[in-house]
Structure formats: C-alpha cells, structure tokens
C-alpha cells in the first residue's frame, strides 16, 4: 500500500511575509511576521526556516485527518533555499542560536507527527 502524500511548499521574504501552499488540500496561507532588519546576519535564512515551520504547524490539523483516514502519509515541506534543507537535514550546521531554536522546534513538530502525537 502505497502512502498518501501531503506537498507543501514553503517560501519566505526578508521582509516579513512567510507563505506555504498544500498541494493535498489545495490551500494556501500568508502570515506577517517580525521582519528581518535590513543587513541582518542569517535573516533571510531565519525567514525560510520560520516558513517550514509555519508550513509544519498549520497544517497540523489536515496532517491529523489524512493520518486518521490513511494512517501512512508521506510528508514533503519543500523549499527553495538550500542552505535550510541542509541544516534541516544535518547535512550543514546551524551557526545561529535563533535559527537553532526554530530547526528544533520543527524538530519537535516532526517528532509529534511521526509518533502519531499530533
């Protein structure tokens, strides 16, 4: 049996905005957050880890219902920075205390979906 999969692709701007968009459910979401200040360091880099977050945490619910209906989901945040990938997945370190505590909660947020806490 083949597991359902759940799309999303997460994209940000250094200006404030995070957005995502789920394939499943044909729905997409804009958040304003904090911008990043102009000539931050890592600013750009926290905005898209805060996108896969925000991608992560708000479709919570959908990744709930499809995980009851099909109990296998495959999950897929895409995104179009590959330095976040490579932090997300070990690949590069993560320099920067802020964007520590965001790949760990997304750490948290994955951990609650793969046991089935969510």
């Known amino acids: 049996m083949r597991p359902r999969s759940i799309v999303i692709d997460a994209d940000a701007s250094p200006s404030g905005y995070v957005a995502w968009y789920n394939h499943y459910t ?9 911008p990043a200040l102009r000539n931050e ?8 880890m805060l996108a896969v977050y925000f991608a992560l945490s708000d479709n919570l619910m959908e990744i709930r219902k499809a995980v009851r209906r099909e109990k296998r989901v495959a999950i897929a945040v895409r995104s179009d920075s590959k330095s976040t990938v490579d932090q997300l997945l070990g690949r590069s ?3 920067d205390s802020l964007m520590r505590r965001i790949s760990a909660a997304i750490g948290k947020l994955l951990a609650r979906i793969v046991h089935n806490n969510i």
């Not at 044909?26 to 904090?34: A, S």
């Not at 360091?41 to 898209?48: A, I, P, Y």
């Open 26 to 34: 044909d729905v997409p979401q804009i958040r304003r957050v904090r």
């Open 41 to 48: 360091r890592f600013g750009v880099q926290r905005m898209e």
């Open 93 to 95: 370190t993560i320099r």
